[in-house]
């Protein structure tokens, strides 16, 4: 069965740094795409950003300059590096995978960033 396992999420000050990380596992092949959504309260899940294999990166308007993903191939993993962190940045963080089989997500990870 198709999996992504995230971690890397918790509480941090504002300025602060946090690295998550996604690795996909099982029955997943043919990964065409990888990243990140977060959904903060009372909002919906939006895209933070993602690398599209062979195409291109993509960012949120909100976190471009902060943020950085990258991806190890051979881990089939993705990195989402957050810098500068604001209250606003404040969400639970998915990790999703496209690949021929369809769409997989992750269980999600809180990140809070407070005083």
């Known amino acids: 069965q198709a999996q992504v396992v995230e971690s890397g999420g918790g509480l941090v000050q504002p300025g602060g740094s946090l690295r998550l990380s996604c690795a996909a596992s099982g029955s997943i092949f043919s990964i065409n795409a990888m990243g990140w959504y977060r959904q903060a309260p009372g909002k919906e899940r939006d895209l933070v950003a993602n690398?599209?294999?062979?195409?291109?990166?993509n960012y949120a308007d909100s976190v471009k300059g902060r943020f950085t993903i990258s991806r190890d191939n051979v881990k089939n993993a993705v990195y989402l590096q957050m810098n500068s962190l604001k209250p606003e940045d404040t969400a639970v963080y998915y990790c999703?995978?496209?690949?021929?089989?369809?769409?997989?997500w992750g269980q999600g990870s809180l990140v809070t960033v407070s005083p």
């Open positions: 690398i599209i294999y062979g195409s291109s990166t």
């Open positions: 999703y995978a496209n690949y021929r089989g369809g769409i997989v």
